[in-house]
């Protein structure tokens, strides 16, 4: 599910994310300097209510097994949510990034003791919903940026 982007705004990576109960108006992602391989390749930056930058998170550089395709991997965390929101940024630095968030599945034991993490088989729900973003994740709306906007279903 798309719950943000992010983009160069006068040489800065700026963003957004919002869902029903979070909304993250003005956020920034800040290259790392290090030379660790295991380091992250961003940390993400909140404006908080004082208007100063904090940081509530990371992102690790990623590649699909599958595609090749390079992706950021990570998550937020703040005394102010219930539990870290785990995301994963897709683009690129001229087009910008879409922020898709993913429930974890949980992992489940096999009869050995040991731990799988396979994906259970997914139902579709036919309730007509149409969404506000194409297979590959691109918000379709020209309204998406106005705050008065409310999508029809």
């Known amino acids: 599910m798309n719950i943000g982007q992010f983009a160069v705004v006068k ?5 957004s994310i919002a869902t029903a109960t979070i909304d993250l108006p003005r956020l ?8 660790n391989e295991r380091a992250p390749a961003f940390e993400i930056m909140v404006l908080n209510v004082a208007k100063r930058w904090v940081q509530i998170g990371a992102l690790w550089e990623l590649k ?9 991997q990570g998550k937020l965390d703040d005394p102010s949510l219930s539990e870290p929101l785990q995301i994963m940024l897709f683009g690129n630095m001229e087009e910008g990034y879409r922020v898709v968030w993913n429930r ?10 040991s731990r799988s993490n396979r994906r259970a088989a997914r139902t579709t729900n036919a309730d007509d919903f149409a969404g506000n973003a194409t297979d590959d994740g691109q918000i379709t709306d020209e309204q998406v940026n106005d705050p008065d906007y409310v999508p029809q279903m």
């Open 11 to 15: 040489g800065q990576l700026l963003g």
């Open 28 to 35: 920034g992602l800040r290259a790392t300097n290090s030379t």
């Open 64 to 72: 699909s097994n599958s595609t090749g395709e390079v992706f950021f």
């Open 104 to 113: 974890p599945e949980p992992r489940q034991s096999n009869l050995d003791g």
